[in-house]
């Protein structure tokens, strides 16, 4: 199930704006791998949030080959900087996503762990002002646990593909949408975050964390 109208999505598309020579030359390297990149809608948002907390210190579990990483880093070179803290544990989306922040001038405010992100995220200090979960959807529970603890007070969690093509609305679904349903129904009871889910491509958590 298309959670919004192809019509919709292509108007949207039209509506945002170009974007650069490397951001469109991942996208086509999605559509031609047909890798589950968060795509530019998404993208665009996940870098209003950042400007919208001044997020200097990202989190991101599931890096892919970097595009979502790259919509963070254009937040953060706005003069004031940062560090976003990347994993991903194929070598090769690595080495790709590494190439790819190079070429675009943002890989200096890029740690890519070649790790668990599960695991990655226990041995990475301090608090971050955006903790983003995009990794096998199984682990979702997991990674919220994780996730909840260590984004600061004013900060976000957010998360990717949590309406699932619409299979979140079945009695019973495999590991990756019960997965998902548990995530959503931990998320929601989550007195410290006020939270939402922003229906756009596959639908996106967005929880701001109130105390
Ligand atoms: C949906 S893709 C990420 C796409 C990326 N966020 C983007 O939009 O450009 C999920 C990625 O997470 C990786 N992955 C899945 N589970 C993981 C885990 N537990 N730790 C680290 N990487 C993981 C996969 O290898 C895959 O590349």
């Known amino acids: 199930?298309?959670?919004?109208?192809?019509?919709?999505?292509?108007?949207?598309?039209?509506?945002?704006?170009?974007?650069n020579e490397v951001l469109r030359e991942m996208e086509e390297e999605a559509g031609k791998r047909d890798f589950p990149i968060v795509g530019p809608l998404v993208g665009k948002l996940l870098y209003q949030l950042a400007r919208m907390v001044d997020a200097r210190r990202v989190f991101e579990m599931g890096s892919g080959y970097g595009y979502s990483a790259m919509w963070w880093a254009k937040a953060m070179d706005d003069g004031s900087g940062g560090?976003?803290?990347?994993?991903?544990?194929?070598?090769?989306?690595?080495?790709?996503?590494?190439?790819?922040?190079?070429?675009?001038?943002?890989?200096?405010y890029v740690k890519y762990n070649l790790a668990d992100a599960l695991e990655a995220i226990d041995i990475t200090a301090g608090e971050f002002d955006i903790v983003f979960i995009d990794i096998e959807k199984s682990q979702y529970p997991a990674a919220l646990e994780k996730a909840a603890?260590?984004?600061?007070?004013?900060?976000?969690?957010?998360?990717?593909?949590?309406?699932?093509?619409?299979?979140?609305?079945?009695?019973?679904?495999?590991?990756?949408?019960?997965?998902?349903?548990?995530?959503?129904?931990?998320?929601?009871?989550?007195?410290?975050?006020?939270?939402?889910?922003?229906?756009i491509r596959d639908g996106v958590a967005v929880a701001f964390k109130v105390n």
Not at 159 to 188: C, H, Q, Y
């Open 83 to 108: 560090e976003i803290f990347l994993t991903e544990r194929s070598r090769s989306n690595k080495e790709k996503g590494e190439a790819y922040l190079e070429r675009a001038g943002l890989m200096k």
């Open 1 to 19: 199930m298309n959670i919004v109208d192809a019509k919709i999505e292509s108007y949207l598309d039209g509506i945002y704006g170009r974007r």
């Open 149 to 199: 603890r260590r984004v600061r007070r004013g900060g976000l969690l957010v998360a990717d593909n949590v309406l699932w093509s619409g299979k979140v609305a079945e009695e019973k679904g495999d590991a990756s949408t019960e997965g998902i349903k548990e995530f959503n129904r931990r998320l929601f009871s989550m007195k410290n975050f006020a939270s939402s889910i922003v229906p």
